[in-house]
């Protein structure tokens, strides 16, 4: 016999897609990029550039540059749990562009506006686009991407 915590809304739960309107804006929080970071991302996928595993290397981009992959992932991972954690159903697309490097000791955080929401014909869910500004602790925009997710909603289990 189910009890009455069954009926307890979850905590940490994202936004499902009725929850949301064209121009609404979002701020994530922040997060610093650490070396710790950097060498786990770099040794787990394989890019050991010498621009991202050599402390003493002097590039184009400066000290301790991190990969834009490692961006977009730190910023995709505060967004999911603010945004998107279990309603999100899949990442449709996302197009990245970086502006300028991430280092480690930097911290970044998002600005989210939702751009576009379109429900589907099945299902309750809806695709929804979305435009990130990534910036840093100084407020530079250190990268945008535009992403589409397919997300939830309110009566889809």
């Known amino acids: 016999m189910p009890d009455a915590r069954d009926k307890a809304p979850l905590l940490g739960l994202g936004l499902v897609w009725q929850q949301l309107a064209v121009g609404q804006r979002f701020r994530s929080f922040g997060r610093t990029v650490t070396e710790h970071d950097l060498m786990g991302f770099v040794a787990l996928t394989g890019m050991q550039e010498p621009l991202f595993v050599d402390a003493t ?4 981009l400066g000290p301790r540059p991190v990969p834009g992959a490692l961006t ?3 910023i995709e991972g505060l967004l999911l749990r603010g945004m998107v954690h279990g309603t999100g159903l899949a990442l449709l697309e996302t197009h990245i562009r970086p502006l300028a490097p991430v280092r480690v000791g930097d911290t970044i955080h998002a600005e989210v506006e939702v751009t576009a929401i379109r429900p589907t014909s099945t299902g309750g869910r809806a695709v929804v686009a ?4 990534v910036r840093n602790q100084r407020d530079e925009a250190v990268m945008d991407y535009d992403v589409t997710r397919l997300l939830r909603g309110e009566s889809t289990p």
């Open 72 to 74: 977009h992932a730190l």
């Open 130 to 133: 979305c435009a990130v500004r």
């Open 57 to 60: 290397h002097t590039g184009a």
